[in-house]
């Protein structure tokens, strides 16, 4: 198990080989002696720190180690199993501020795609909580492979701390020397498994929930099918970093790696609040988001990773918890299947209305009209003109109007209240109009999400009726 592709295919094509990123990514690099304690600087500065490909040439200047290989190999760079491992060891370095050590006979993972992943789960987390960003939680790295690299991103970019699963004795050997050369001891478990153990081991370890797992399974169902694909894109099959078999192949490739953490997670369910993986195939992605369908899992997202005009992977999370992903985390994927794989819809701009008076006259009215709802909890952001309610049902139809009326009618009842649907309303401001917008925010009722936004365009147009106006004035 662990990082499951070869870093020359990753890399090749992505890169520069002349002028890259200047300005802040450069700064950062020179400058570099931990990443900013203040969790939305770190977070803005990893989140730009890729934004363009690495400059090698600035690498060379920073990094005598890179400086060596760059000025022999310039022609045939990502031909070089040392090469392409120098490459990763100086990014973490410069970037993260991390120490690597590597054996040659396992898989160097390119870390522009693995940073990839990281952000795409900070986004993740991040929108289905309404704990503060950056909070303190437990993520499991399955397979985690000789680098332990995502365990080390993600503890230097996120106060998150790791379980690191492997099975393969070699890579955990060198797994726990990258641990304790980064002193993250504290903050990583590495757990050697069994192939026939589980590969979510929380029951093992008495752990009651953790926040997310993620693993790079291997690609392949046998060693013929990498000697297969190697061929058809006429090149050796173990190029650059090589890496071992175990790495690389699983009986059933990568798509039955996957089921069975879908098979487990049908079990655990809650215990873990997001399941996800990466792909490195767009079959396999299409296929498992169909598994996740026939189980009923309405709570997903897809995306794609893209590296230049070569490399691309592909990533699904799977929730049964209610609390939805923003559109931009949960809809991801551009290509031409992506109607057959995306979720439900969790954002829209509901209507444009024009602006015919005051700003505050439109925004006062409609915030009384939602104030109206029978919600559990509602908070006004006078500042951002952003309102979170959160609802025991479809409160704004009028079947639940009439369930209310004859519930006072029978007299009060003393039960607490569950939320179903939870939205989050905006209003942005033009220079001739006003736009309303909401967001889903909980819920597994994608039809109750139609129907608010229908209630919330009906509610805006009404305030700009010509009735409306004439009822305004003679008042």
């Avoid at 870093?7 to 690099?29: C, H, M, N, V, Y």
């Avoid at 040439?57 to 045939?76: G, I, S, T, Y």
């Avoid at 189980?295 to 995306?303: K, L, Q, S």
């Amino acid at each position: 198990m662990g990082s499951k592709r070869k870093a020359s295919e990753d890399l090749q094509g992505q890169l520069p080989l002349g002028d890259g990123i200047k300005g802040q990514q450069t700064a950062w690099r020179k400058s570099f002696d931990g990443p900013p304690k203040d969790d939305l600087t770190r977070d803005r500065q990893y989140a730009e720190l890729y934004s363009k490909p690495p400059d090698f040439k600035q690498l060379a200047l920073q990094d005598a180690d890179f400086a060596r290989l760059w000025n022999e190999h310039k022609d045939d760079f990502f031909n070089d199993p040392e090469c392409v491992m120098q490459l990763t060891k100086t990014l973490l370095k410069l970037d993260f501020g991390l120490q690597l050590e590597l054996p040659n006979d396992r898989l160097c993972p390119p870390v522009t795609n693995r940073h990839n992943y990281l952000l795409w789960l900070k986004g993740l987390l991040d929108s289905t909580s309404y704990e503060k960003q950056g909070r303190k939680l437990v993520g499991l790295d399955i397979g985690t492979g000789a680098s332990c690299i995502y365990p080390l991103m993600g503890c230097t970019e996120r106060n998150w701390d790791f379980i690191a699963t492997d099975i393969d004795s070699k890579s955990l050997e060198y797994t726990r020397k990258n641990v304790s050369l980064n002193d993250l001891d504290h903050r990583i478990n590495v757990v050697e498994r069994k192939p026939t153990d589980a590969l979510i081991p929380i029951n093992d370890m008495n752990i009651n929930s953790i926040a997310f797992t993620m693993t790079n399974p291997p690609f392949y169902k046998s060693e013929q099918e990498l000697l297969d694909s190697a061929k058809e894109k006429s090149r050796p099959p173990f190029t650059a970093c090589t890496g071992a078999k175990v790495e690389m192949v699983t009986n059933g490739g990568e798509v039955a790696f996957v089921d069975r953490i879908l098979q487990e997670s049908l079990i655990l369910r809650e215990r873990v609040q997001w399941y996800t993986v990466m792909f490195g195939f767009l079959t396999s992605l299409v296929d498992f988001v169909e598994k996740l369908r026939l189980h009923e899992i309405d709570n997903f997202a897809v995306t794609e990773f893209i590296q230049g005009s070569k490399t691309r992977r592909w990533a699904v999370a799977w929730s049964f918890g209610s609390m939805r992903p923003t559109q931009e985390v949960a809809r991801g994927i551009k290509t031409a299947v992506s109607k057959n794989v995306l979720p439900e819809i969790t954002e829209e701009k509901v209507v444009d209305v024009p602006l015919r008076e005051k700003v505050g006259g439109f925004v006062d009215r409609f915030r009384a009209e939602v104030e109206k709802l029978d919600l559990i909890t509602w908070e006004w952001d006078s500042e951002r003109l952003e309102g979170t309610g959160r609802a025991a049902g479809r409160v704004w139809a009028r079947a639940w109007r009439r369930k209310k009326q004859r519930e006072e009618t029978s007299g009060p009842k003393a039960e607490e209240k569950e939320c179903v649907f939870a939205f989050k309303v905006f209003i942005r401001v033009g220079k001739d109009e006003v736009s309303v917008g909401c967001r889903w925010l909980e819920g597994h009722d994608a039809v109750a999400f139609e129907s608010f936004r229908g209630y919330l365009k009906n509610t805006a147009r009404a305030i700009f009726s010509p009735q409306h106006a004439e009822t305004q004035t003679s008042t």
